[in-house]
Antibody, heavy 122, light 108 residues
Framework: EVQLVQSGAEVKKPGESLKISCKGS????????IGWVRQMPGKGLEWMGIIYPGDSDTRYSPSFQGQVTISADKSISTAYLQWSSLKASDTAMYYCARHPPYSSGWVRFDYWGQGTLVTVSS | EIVLTQSPGTLSLSPGERATLSCRASQSVSSSYLAWYQQKPGQAPRLLIYGASSRATGIPDRFSGSGSGTDFTLTISRLEPEDFAVYYC?????????FGQGTKLEIK
């Protein structure tokens, strides 16, 4: 069974750093992309970026380039999303989601993590 | 950046009725690169349709997708109580993914 299990909720202060995780299981972690999606309170879905754990090829949305860092450790089948200095506006639910190789010809996020709620408040 | 505009913003219908949700793109989108997701309160999104018209694994056949170019449609033939949720379309183009703003399907 394919599963993406994300780390738990976080409460941080502005200016603090944070790294959240997404662990994949039930499939070949290195053969699928992992994307990150933000959902601010009461709002829609925003794509942040995507990584291919097989070779760490990473692409960012222009809106998030330079604001976050996406990485992966294929030895433990885990992808990460990190911030070096959080802002109150980073308060949101963050989802990771699996994406098949582009060579498949299909574009879809077919399995999703349960989400990690990040709250940034002084 | 391709902008996806979904309509209506809110759709009020009764169980058993037919729902038609629209997703319009600001530029032409490859059908292979158009997907639909369902999100219920407190849950992660769930893939419904990919490639504009292919149902994802386990999705009931009352859900169907159609369209091409700049106009895409998600149809739910006979609404079940569990179908009331928010629906998002998504596209991929120029190495970017974008989502529509969502259509909330509510019980009338």
């Amino acid at each position: 069974e394919v599963q993406l299990v994300q780390s738990g909720a976080e409460v941080k202060k502005p200016g603090e750093s944070l790294k959240i995780s997404c662990k994949g299981s039930g499939y070949s972690f290195t053969n699928y992309w992992i994307g990150w999606v933000r959902q601010m309170p009461g709002k829609g879905l925003e794509w942040m970026g995507i990584i291919y754990p097989g070779d760490s090829d990473t692409r960012y949305s222009p809106s998030f380039q330079g604001q976050v860092t996406i990485s992966a450790d294929k030895s433990i089948s885990t992808a990460y999303l990190q911030w070096s200095s959080l802002k109150a506006s980073d308060t949101a639910m963050y989802y990771c989601a699996r994406h098949p190789p582009y060579s498949s010809g299909w574009v879809r996020f077919d399995y999703w993590g349960q989400g990690t709620l990040v709250t940034v408040s002084s | 950046e391709i902008v996806l505009t979904q309509s209506p913003g809110t759709l009020s219908l009764s169980p058993g009725e037919r729902a038609t949700l629209s997703c319009r793109a600001s530029q032409s989108v490859s059908s292979s690169y158009l997907a639909w997701y369902q999100q219920k309160p407190g849950q992660a999104p769930r893939l419904l349709i990919y490639g504009a018209s292919s149902r994802a694994t386990g999705i009931p056949d009352r859900f169907s997708g159609s369209g091409s170019g700049t106009d895409f449609t998600l149809t739910i033939s006979r609404l079940e109580p569990e179908d009331f949720a928010v629906y998002y379309c998504q596209q991929y183009g120029s190495s970017m993914y974008t989502f529509g703003q969502g259509t909330k399907l509510e019980i009338k």
